[in-house]
């Protein structure tokens, strides 16, 4: 018998109401013999998610983004989109949700019986060492990290090494990003300098100092790179936010460390890979 997780985003909107009622009816009268346990978002656990032969993530991108935190390497996940743009322009674009309401029945199955692709996405991940040698680690960051003075007014002032580089430095932050986390500002940066590109997704990632220069061209300031970014921090006090969520702080002398050897998450997608919506 399969052990499923169903998330769902809570809110008043009728149309993700309705699409939470279509999902439990599909889960209640599929002919495979499965356990569900459903749960909103807010009212989730880390250990909710221990042991499940699935999770099923109902809502929009910034919904499984959210979940995925609590999500290890082992456990498929699944993202159905519970508002599809397509549908209704206020919706959600759901690059992450491969099903909807309409397909959800058939990619239950497909994912149930083993036959949806598996997507391994690389996270990156944090992990600070306090002046007095305590380690705490960051959560999976499956889009972007930042890196930055709590102060947004003060500059975020560090020691930087990565491969050949070791110089201090300031900004306005740090931001490191996934190939497929890319938001705005990488494409930006990705036209102007040729960094980035899809056959290294894995093992790579991009760091860029914020509010840059767009005349800067010094890779110190932006790079495409696979190796361990480490920094020292100079800042009273300053914190570590993965994917727009937790806040992780820490105080001038800290040591953080970001690579990509996150745990990966497995995303199941029914009509293409990843891979394929980045081309």
Avoid at 43 to 54: P, W
Avoid at 122 to 133: D, K, N, V, Y
Avoid at 219 to 227: G, H, K, L
Wanted: charged letters at 25%; a negative charge; proline letters at 3%.
């Amino acid at each position: 018998m399969a052990d499923v997780l169903l998330v769902y985003k809570k809110n008043f909107e009728s149309v993700h109401d309705l699409s939470l009622q279509t999902v439990k009816e599909v889960l209640e009268n599929t002919a495979r013999e499965i356990r569900v346990d459903v749960r909103a978002r807010e009212q989730v656990r880390r250990a909710d998610f221990i042991g499940r032969d699935l999770v099923i993530v109902l809502g929009g991108d910034g919904t499984l983004t959210s979940i995925s935190h609590n999500i290890d390497s082992n456990t498929p996940v699944m993202g159905v989109n519970s508002h599809p743009r397509s549908e209704d322009p206020e919706g959600s674009f759901g690059f992450y949700m491969d099903s909807d309401v309409e397909t959800f029945s058939t990619d239950l199955e497909a994912a149930l019986s083993g036959k949806a692709i598996i997507n391994e996405l690389p996270r990156l991940q944090a992990t600070i060492e306090t002046t007095s040698g305590n380690r705490i680690r960051s959560d999976p960051a499956m889009n972007d990290l930042l890196i930055a003075n709590t102060h947004q007014y003060a500059p975020s002032k560090y020691h930087l090494r990565r491969g050949g580089l070791d110089i201090s430095q300031h900004s306005s932050g740090l931001l490191f990003s996934t190939w497929l986390g890319q938001g705005a500002w990488f494409k930006q940066i990705s036209r102007k300098t040729n960094c980035g590109n899809a056959e290294q997704s894995n093992s790579h990632y991009l760091v860029i100092a914020r509010d840059l220069d767009p005349t800067i061209t010094d890779e110190s300031y932006f790079e495409w790179t696979d190796q361990t970014t480490v920094i020292t921090s100079d800042m009273h006090r300053g914190y570590v936010v993965p994917d727009g969520w937790d806040e992780y702080h820490f105080n001038r002398g800290a040591t953080i460390t970001v690579d990509l050897q996150g745990p990966h998450l497995k995303l199941l997608t029914f009509r293409g890979s990843m891979a394929d919506k980045m081309r």
